[in-house]
């Protein structure tokens, strides 16, 4: 009994405390914890020390309820745009689908933030459905405007240059440097893979000139030479079943088979660095915008 009678007690002056700090003090105690956590979290956003303020804003987050403030939003704001900073796009998007529409500014940006988690990713396909399916639910004009840009600049990187300049020139974007890289993905020829295989199977190495790989094309085309001369001398000391010819043309079967193959990797080098090149120059593009 008398256990059971210090705990009621015990209760009693906790409770008595709390209202007494909130009535004269004029201050909600938890509300303290709130603004502690809330601006060291802030602080610690601005000093780029991501992985701290999502601690911080967390905690924040949990005494807000209780404080009686409003800024859930702003909070989810930081910790999903402090989750993209390290790279964690899943719970980053978790965070920033709890934002309301009422503050329209701040719920276009993370719209377009949760968009930008798509592309970060590579998964352009499902950045195109995201930024179609909102295209026309931002009441922000410069959010919805640089949601049409990363719909834009999906397209491009799955190289729909087609698709790509019709979005820009039905949102009167035309002015953007997406256009200009749209027309040069457009505009370059990709190197045919069989094509190089064939060359360098007719003439070794020209399937490298052909892929403006200079250096390696003159290597194929000298080594290949100099082991079809061996294997002719050899033949013709010692027949097809002599040990020279038998060495020789062994080592020239497989290099005019690595010329080949290298050939047609060439060629898709070659393609791929022209569009990483552009692709490259998209994604920094996207990066400028918050």
Same mark, same amino acid.
Request: hydrophobic share 40%; aromatic share 16%; proline share 1%.
């Given at each position: 009994?008398?256990?059971?009678?210090?705990? @009621?007690?015990?209760?009693?002056?906790?409770?008595?405390?709390?209202?007494?700090?909130?009535?004269? *003090?004029?201050?909600?105690?938890?509300?303290?914890?709130?603004?502690?956590?809330?601006?060291?979290?802030?602080?610690?956003?601005?000093?780029?020390?991501?992985?701290?303020?999502?601690?911080?804003?967390?905690?924040?987050?949990?005494?807000?309820?209780?404080?009686?403030?409003?800024?859930?939003?702003?909070?989810?704001?930081?910790?999903?745009?402090?989750?993209?900073?390290?790279?964690?796009?899943?719970?980053?998007?978790?965070?920033?689908?709890?934002?309301?529409?009422?503050?329209?500014?701040?719920?276009?940006?993370?719209?377009?933030?949760?968009?930008?988690?798509?592309?970060?990713?590579?998964?352009?396909?499902?950045?195109?459905?995201?930024?179609?399916?909102?295209?026309?639910?931002?009441?922000?004009?410069?959010?919805?405007?640089?949601?049409?840009?990363?719909?834009?600049?999906?397209?491009?990187?799955?190289?729909?240059?087609?698709?790509?300049? %019709?979005?820009?020139?039905?949102?009167?974007?035309?002015?953007? %440097?997406?256009?200009?890289?749209?027309?040069?993905?457009?505009?370059?020829?990709?190197?045919?893979?069989?094509?190089?295989?064939?060359?360098?199977?007719?003439?070794?190495?020209?399937?490298?000139?052909?892929?403006?790989? *200079?250096?390696?094309?003159?290597?194929?085309?000298?080594?290949?030479?100099?082991? &079809?001369? @061996?294997?002719?001398?050899?033949?013709?000391?010692?027949?097809?079943?002599?040990?020279?010819? *038998?060495?020789?043309?062994?080592?020239?079967?497989?290099?005019?088979?690595?010329?080949?193959?290298?050939?047609?990797?060439?060629?898709?080098?070659?393609? %791929? %660095?022209?569009?990483? &090149?552009?692709?490259?120059?998209?994604?920094?593009?996207?990066?400028?915008?918050?």
């Amino acid at each position: 009994m008398k256990i059971l009678n210090l705990i @009621r007690i015990s209760l009693i002056i906790v409770i008595l405390s709390f209202f007494c700090s909130y009535h004269l *003090i004029g201050q909600n105690p938890m509300s303290k914890y709130f603004q502690s956590y809330y601006g060291f979290g802030k602080s610690l956003y601005s000093e780029n020390d991501y992985k701290r303020a999502i601690g911080q804003l967390k905690n924040a987050l949990y005494f807000h309820d209780f404080a009686g403030f409003n800024k859930a939003d702003s909070i989810n704001y930081l910790i999903g745009i402090s989750y993209s900073k390290v790279a964690d796009y899943g719970l980053s998007s978790r965070y920033l689908a709890l934002i309301s529409k009422q503050d329209s500014i701040l719920y276009g940006k993370a719209v377009f933030q949760s968009g930008k988690n798509y592309f970060l990713i590579n998964n352009f396909d499902s950045a195109i459905l995201y930024c179609e399916s909102f295209s026309d639910k931002l009441s922000s004009k410069k959010y919805s405007q640089n949601l049409t840009l990363l719909l834009a600049s999906s397209y491009l990187m799955l190289n729909k240059t087609e698709l790509a300049s %019709r979005v820009l020139y039905n949102a009167d974007l035309s002015s953007s %440097r997406l256009l200009k890289y749209s027309t040069e993905i457009e505009n370059f020829k990709p190197k045919n893979p069989f094509l190089a295989g064939a060359l360098s199977a007719i003439v070794p190495g020209s399937g490298k000139f052909y892929t403006k790989n *200079i250096g390696h094309g003159l290597m194929a085309l000298f080594l290949n030479g100099l082991l &079809a001369y @061996r294997t002719v001398i050899e033949y013709n000391r010692g027949g097809v079943s002599s040990t020279g010819f *038998i060495i020789f043309g062994t080592i020239f079967l497989i290099t005019y088979t690595a010329n080949i193959i290298g050939s047609i990797f060439s060629a898709k080098q070659y393609n %791929r %660095r022209h569009y990483n &090149a552009i692709h490259s120059k998209v994604t920094d593009f996207i990066y400028e915008f918050d």
